[in-house]
């Protein structure tokens, strides 16, 4: 997702206006059409232009100054455009817009010219309860918003606000979620002691309306139960010139967070300082290891996937991947039970099928130091090859010291280390790693997965890994 926000930041996604009947001239391409909603310019950064008969604008102009999302799927080639609960689907060089799901004809399309994105304005403006007047002597756009009538008319309404917040919910899990509309952006956080709070103000930035009212009495705020991280927040408007929210979490020590941004919502996402990604723009960096005391006794769940009534998948060789997965946790435990300085545990030892809950809540309850399942793959005849996943950034070096063990071990072809948001490694809180030591459908990689031989070094070398990371000797 954030790589949209980013596309939508620096694509030239432009809209077209008043793509109309007439003559292309290209003398008109001279003419710079000025913007106007409710008599205020709209500033741009790049200069509104007339190309064969249609005005066209930048984005930033038209969501930020009339507080309209817009998103550009690449893949479907469409564009979608946000207001309120009304959507508007425009597909590149379709004449037939999609308005809350009723079909539109318009007369002009979605276009791309000289890779700018063109969508007409007019009709999208229209849709969402726009007045447009061209005053040709000018050369300007006029939009007027009808409903933009100032509460109290002795206060000049503010025109410069770019979103509105619609909702700021807590979403459980320590995580806070900005709901809004238009174009919300927050300033760089003050950390404040005492008690201890982060505040983060966003400019040009109002609430919805039924927020409004709530906030005439000052501030909103939400008192949280369930989490070490967070213990409260509360939000108010913060200044009117311009209009700035401002949100304030309470939260514990050694707390930290990650903000991610997604279409119409800002997340927060608090956490042990020590779990942030160093830098929230690259969460699959790992934060740096401290590997426990060493006279510690490290708790190790290990868990060979499926079983029981849940075969996994089926080998070339007619045999199934939860035998392999059991045949090498059981390998596992004979080497790891020698070890003084680690206590092993298994989520099953025999043909049984823990549902993957089971798993998670056993691992969760030993408060256990590392969390290894066991799986092999399936594919096409010709997949080979070992990966090893991790999902949360604390286990991205978990998962780096394992995988190389697991290439050791099943010598076979090297897929890498990936992130995949697989349930036991997702909702485990330890570091956490899900290998799949090759593919069962491959013929090559099954004779190895179901070797004897194999199967002690790929085992030994699992467990060299997890002495390894844990640094015990
Ligand atoms: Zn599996």
Redesign the pocket.
């Known amino acids: 997702m954030k790589k949209f926000v980013s596309m939508l930041l620096f694509m030239s996604f432009f809209f077209t206006m008043f793509a109309s009947v007439g003559q292309a001239a290209s003398a008109a391409a001279e003419v710079v059409p000025k913007l106007f909603l409710n008599g205020q310019l709209l500033k741009s950064e790049v200069n509104p232009q007339i190309i064969n008969n249609a005005t066209v604008v930048p984005v930033r102009t038209v969501s930020e100054g009339l507080g309209f999302q817009i998103t550009w799927d690449n893949t479907a080639k469409t564009a979608t455009v946000n207001h309120g609960t009304d959507v508007i689907k425009l597909k590149l060089n379709d004449k037939v817009a999609m308005v809350n799901d009723q079909m539109v004809q318009m007369d002009t399309t979605a276009s791309i010219i000289k890779g700018m994105t063109l969508v007409p304005l007019r009709f999208i403006g229209e849709q969402f309860g726009l007045d447009f007047e061209w005053k040709a002597t000018e050369k300007e756009v006029h939009m007027y918003d009808q409903s933009a009538e100032p509460t109290d008319p002795t206060v000049p309404p503010v025109t410069n606000t770019a979103g509105w917040i619609t909702q700021v919910a807590y979403e459980g899990n320590s995580s806070l979620t900005i709901h809004y509309d238009g174009a919300v952006k927050a300033n760089k956080p003050l950390l404040l002691d005492n008690p201890k709070r982060v505040v983060f103000d966003f400019p040009y930035t109002a609430y919805a309306t039924d927020l409004t009212s709530q906030l005439l009495s000052g501030q909103i705020e939400v008192n949280v139960s369930d989490s070490t991280y967070l213990q409260k927040f509360r939000y108010s408007l913060f200044s009117n010139s311009p209009e700035t929210a401002r949100l304030v979490i309470e939260i514990g020590n050694d707390t930290g967070y990650v903000l991610t941004e997604d279409l119409g919502k800002i997340q927060l996402s608090f956490m042990s300082l020590s779990d942030v990604p160093t830098d929230p723009n690259a969460p699959i960096d790992p934060p740096i290891v401290n590997p426990p005391a060493s006279n510690d006794v490290f708790d190790v769940v290990i868990d060979p ?2 079983g029981g009534s849940d075969p ?2 089926k080998s070339v060789l007619n045999k199934w ?1 939860k035998e392999f ?1 059991l045949s090498v946790g059981l390998k596992m435990k004979a080497l790891l039970e020698k070890e003084s300085k680690i206590k092993v545990h298994f989520t099953r030892t025999g043909d049984t099928y823990p549902s993957l809950d089971d798993r998670i809540k056993f691992a969760e309850n030993l408060k256990a130091d590392l969390f290894l399942s066991i ?3 399936s594919g096409g005849s010709s997949a080979s090859g070992a990966e090893t996943y991790y999902y949360r950034a604390n286990s991205k070096s978990f998962a780096d010291v394992m995988h190389k063990h697991l290439i050791a071990g099943t010598g076979i072809k090297d897929r890498g280390v990936k992130k995949e948001a697989y349930k036991v490694i997702k909702q485990t809180t330890m570091p956490a790693v899900l290998i ?1 030591a090759g593919f069962l459908s491959n013929t090559s990689d099954a004779k190895i997965l179901f070797n004897d031989a194999a199967q002690n070094r790929i085992a030994a070398e699992l467990v060299a890994g997890i002495k390894e990371y844990l640094n015990v000797k």
């Open positions: 996937g499926h996994g998948a991947e997965n799986h092999a793959n799949e």
